[in-house]
């Protein structure tokens, strides 16, 4: 039996959100990756300049950072428990390992820290490492990032319920985290919006646009 054209076309869609998924992740992780040795600099110098007569008796500068960064870490710095967790998943001057990258991500994500939520559901959705993939986590993190006006995890909502392999397919809801995303400037997310548009009725789309509206009036309280 031939598939209807509309269910063709989400389909496509699917697989370019999925592609265009993994093509903003690897840029996202060169940013922090540049980020993090910013951080390395500073804190390896000012360490040099404070515990050091002269820069010729400095210790290993990795292992200066970790030693700054770790101590941050274990008291509970939400930022530095990000970042170790990082460097443990992309093996920033460290031996990689996921299970030490989620344990770090899960310290800062419960503390609220936005960008160590979308990091954990991205993990979570790729699942590898002894990671094990976790739709329930997935959805978990990236709504708590979400939440908080993180884009990437607003648009990665919006590929979920349009594609319905993780949770039931809702064009509505899909529609609404694209428009909350596509309203900060994200192309793809304004893309996937106009697609999505073609296979929707009009009532449907209002009540979407209803719902994004009523996400930001509120500050994201009960926008699911």
Known sequence: MNRPEGQIAIENMGLAVIKKHFFLSSLKISIEKYLITVVVWI????????????????????????????????????????????????????????????????????????????????????????VPRNDSEVMKWYRLAAKQGHVIAQYNLGSIYANGKIVTQDYVRAYKWFDLAASKENKNAKESQEI????????????AQKMAQDCERKSYKNCE
């Open 43 to 130: 804190l390896c110098m000012a360490t040099i300049l404070l515990q050091c007569n002269s820069i010729a008796r400095a210790v290993d500068i990795r292992e200066l950072l970790l030693d700054n960064v770790h101590l941050y870490a274990v008291q509970g710095d939400g930022d530095s428990q990000y970042r170790v967790g990082i460097m443990y998943y992309d093996g920033i001057g460290i031996t990689q390992d996921y299970l030490q990258a989620i344990k770090w991500l899960h310290l800062a994500a419960e503390q609220g820290h936005a960008e160590a939520q979308y990091k954990l559901g991205f993990i979570y959705f790729k699942g590898r490492g002894g």
């Open 196 to 207: 999505l548009a073609e296979y929707m009725t009009l009532a449907q789309i209002v009540e």
